[in-house]
């Protein structure tokens, strides 16, 4: 069983920056992926972005996220990271990673992300 650990979330202001790290109970491999999504209050999950590739070099974002937000990894630290800068308050969600992992998905619990003046 692999556990996620979210972190980083808060009340930020339109136009500010975040940074969400995702800690994983288990390593990382090359083969694995790590996605990012979102929920907002009334709305289903969405897809936010996700990293991927041989060296976890290889991003994907969501249109309305693309240009803003930014996924790395540190797999010796076995944690991801979701840079979300030019905060919009349509960003305000609770933010989910998720390891793909062998065939099987793991979810972290969220975190929240409220952007508002």
């Known amino acids: 069983q692999v556990q996620l650990v979210e972190s980083g979330g808060g009340l930020v202001q339109p136009g500010e920056s975040l940074r969400l790290s995702c800690k994983s109970s288990?390593?990382?491999?090359?083969?694995?992926?790590m996605g990012w999504y979102r929920q907002a209050p009334g709305r289903q999950r969405e897809f936010v972005g996700r990293?991927?590739?041989?060296?976890?070099?290889?991003?994907t974002f969501a249109d309305d996220v693309k240009g803003r937000f930014t996924i790395s990894m540190d797999s010796t630290k076995r944690t991801g990271f979701l840079q979300m800068n030019s905060l919009k308050p349509e960003d305000t969600a609770v933010y989910y990673c998720?390891?793909?992992?062998?065939?099987?998905?793991?979810w972290g619990q969220g975190t929240q992300v409220t952007v508002s003046s």
């Open positions: 288990a390593t990382i491999f090359s083969s694995n992926t």
């Open positions: 990293i991927s590739g041989s060296d976890h070099d290889q991003t």
């Open positions: 998720v390891v793909s992992r062998f065939g099987t998905d793991y």
